[in-house]
């Protein structure tokens, strides 16, 4: 109940006519409408979303590979430590520093910067999570598909991956759900033009929060949950051959 119990409260409230968050005015869409209607929102959302499926996509391929390497093929403690870093790492020191990096290097901030400043922490949580379920699966079975005949490609695409499935797709959604509502590295290195989510809702806390948030909330949890379930019936599919 001390978990849900507000989140509960929140989306019953999206539906309240009344303006007062603690008033229940009777049930409406009214929020729902002042949403659809609210383009700074949407579009900050629709940006928010981009980010966070192309930093998923980028950090689950480049963290995937990466937790096998180091699993796998190359034992470096120095190579781990740099790549569990950027999770390690506060916010605000690793936004400074790909602030840095982009000024440096001559990269416009703005859309692109935000994907890859996320992509860049959010590889950390999937190797993170992938070299913990490597760790506990049986290296000897690679060997024999090697040992038969298979390739390193081959090996990789038939034996390692399905077993190391559900690790993979845990990490994508840690990095999705973590990338969706970031807010201090996305305000540091999204440039003046762009607003993420979390950055057009701090700009309407500094001026009043309307019920309009309670029902962008309300979407943002469905829009999750509905990750969850897709991603939990993959994960069933892909654990059935095995059993």
């Known amino acids: 109940m001390f978990l849900y119990l507000p989140i509960l409260v929140l989306i ?28 700074d ?3 900050a959302l629709g940006t928010s979303l981009v980010v966070a499926v192309g930093a998923t996509v980028v950090a689950t391929v480049l963290g995937t590979t990466l937790a096998v ?15 569990m870093a950027p999770g390690i790492l506060p916010d605000l020191v690793l936004a400074i520093g790909l602030l840095s990096f982009f000024t440096l290097a001559s990269i416009p901030t703005g859309t692109l910067s935000v994907l890859i400043a996320h992509s860049v922490f959010g590889t950390a949580f999937v190797v ?17 598909s090697r040992d038969l005949g298979a390739n390193a490609a081959t090996t990789f695409l038939r034996v390692t991956l399905p077993s190391i499935a559900p690790a993979v797709v845990a990490g994508a959604l840690l990095v999705f759900t973590l990338s969706l509502d970031e807010f201090v ?10 607003q993420t989510l979390p950055i ?44």
């Open 185 to 194: 590295i996305a305000y540091f290195t999204a440039g003046p033009t762009t």
């Open 12 to 39: 019953g409230m999206s539906f309240n006519a009344s303006r007062s968050a603690f008033t229940w005015g009777g049930f409406s869409f009214r929020w729902y409408g002042e949403l659809a209607r609210n383009g």
């Open 41 to 43: 929102l949407i579009g």
């Open 69 to 83: 390497g180091l699993a796998r093929h190359v034992r470096s403690t120095a190579l781990e430590a740099a790549s």
């Open 128 to 144: 993170a999570v992938v070299r913990a379920r490597l760790n506990g699966t049986d290296a000897s079975v690679e060997e024999a």
């Open 200 to 243: 057009a809702i701090y700009a309407m806390v500094r001026t009043g929060v309307t019920p309009v948030i309670n029902a962008l909330a309300t979407v943002l949890i469905a829009i999750t949950v509905t990750v969850i379930v897709v991603a939990a019936r993959a994960v069933r599919r892909t654990e059935k051959p095995a059993s």
